[in-house]
């Protein structure tokens, strides 16, 4: 049988990181793709573990040495990438891989699987909603504020493309359905 892989797409600030987390707790057969990241690290975050911190000339060298399954230039030398590695390193062990990425990253990773890949795309109820989310997490100016927010507007227009949609207004209702929505896709 096919191994069976995970993609959790939406934008930052509709939770899906925070139920990505949960599905890596409750899945022993998940393990995370770690990203490349030139932003700066968060206090809470650790090189490796959440994100390969790497800088712009760093990451533009693995873009040419052809590393990346996909990656993107967000805005002028903030790159995020997912590399082939992360996949075949997981894919090597027999686990599954789960993907947390931007929506277009996700449409990119979506078209090298083919029926082996459940895509979701995790939104907030409203765009108020995500708009006090951001602010209340703390990690934003107001220029990145803003660019997140037109970003999930665009990304929002995407949700057609995924195999399901989950609505986060309540996390613990999110979080049921996530599981649900894994176990009816490996018992498939
Ligand atoms: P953050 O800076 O909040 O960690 O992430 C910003 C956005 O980039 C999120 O939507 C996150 O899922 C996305 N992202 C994380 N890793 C990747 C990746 O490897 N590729 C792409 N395209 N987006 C990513």
Same mark, same amino acid.
């Given at each position: 049988?096919?191994?069976?892989?995970?993609?959790?797409?939406?934008?930052?600030?509709?939770?899906?990181?925070?139920?990505?987390?949960?599905?890596?707790?409750?899945?022993?057969?998940?393990?995370?793709?770690?990203?490349?990241?030139?932003?700066?690290?968060?206090?809470?975050?650790?090189?490796?573990?959440?994100?390969?911190?790497?800088?712009?000339?760093?990451?533009?060298?693995?873009?040419?040495?052809?590393?990346?399954?996909?990656?993107?230039?967000?805005?002028?030398?903030?790159?995020?990438?997912?590399?082939?590695?992360?996949?075949?390193?997981?894919?090597?062990?027999?686990?599954?891989?789960?993907?947390?990425?931007?929506?277009?990253?996700?449409?990119?990773?979506?078209?090298?699987?083919?029926? %082996?890949?459940?895509?979701?795309?995790?939104?907030?109820?409203?765009?108020?909603?995500?708009?006090?989310?951001?602010?209340?997490?703390?990690?934003?100016?107001?220029?990145?504020?803003?660019?997140?927010?037109?970003?999930?507007?665009?990304?929002?227009?995407?949700?057609?493309?995924?195999?399901?949609?989950?609505? %986060?207004?309540?996390?613990?209702?999110?979080?049921?359905?996530?599981?649900?929505?894994? %176990?009816?896709?490996?018992?498939?």
């Amino acid at each position: 049988m096919k191994q069976k892989h995970f993609l959790f797409c939406g934008p930052s600030g509709s939770g899906k990181t925070s139920i990505v987390k949960h599905l890596l707790e409750k899945f022993p057969f998940m393990r995370f793709s770690v990203s490349c990241t030139t932003r700066p690290k968060r206090a809470t975050e650790t090189q490796g573990a959440d994100y390969y911190f790497l800088t712009p000339d760093e990451f533009r060298k693995k873009i040419d040495d052809n590393e990346f399954l996909e990656w993107e230039e967000v805005y002028t030398d903030r790159y995020y990438g997912t590399l082939k590695s992360e996949v075949e390193r997981i894919a090597k062990q027999n686990n599954s891989v789960i993907f947390d990425v931007d929506v277009e990253g996700g449409l990119n990773i979506k078209k090298h699987f083919t029926g %082996n890949l459940l895509a979701v795309m995790v939104m907030p109820p409203s765009v108020e909603e995500l708009h006090k989310r951001l602010i209340a997490r703390n990690t934003e100016t107001e220029e990145t504020l803003k660019i997140r927010i037109a970003k999930a507007e665009h990304e929002m227009t995407y949700r057609n493309q995924f195999d399901h949609v989950i609505v %986060n207004d309540d996390f613990d209702k999110a979080i049921s359905e996530a599981e649900k929505l894994v %176990n009816f896709f490996i018992t498939a």
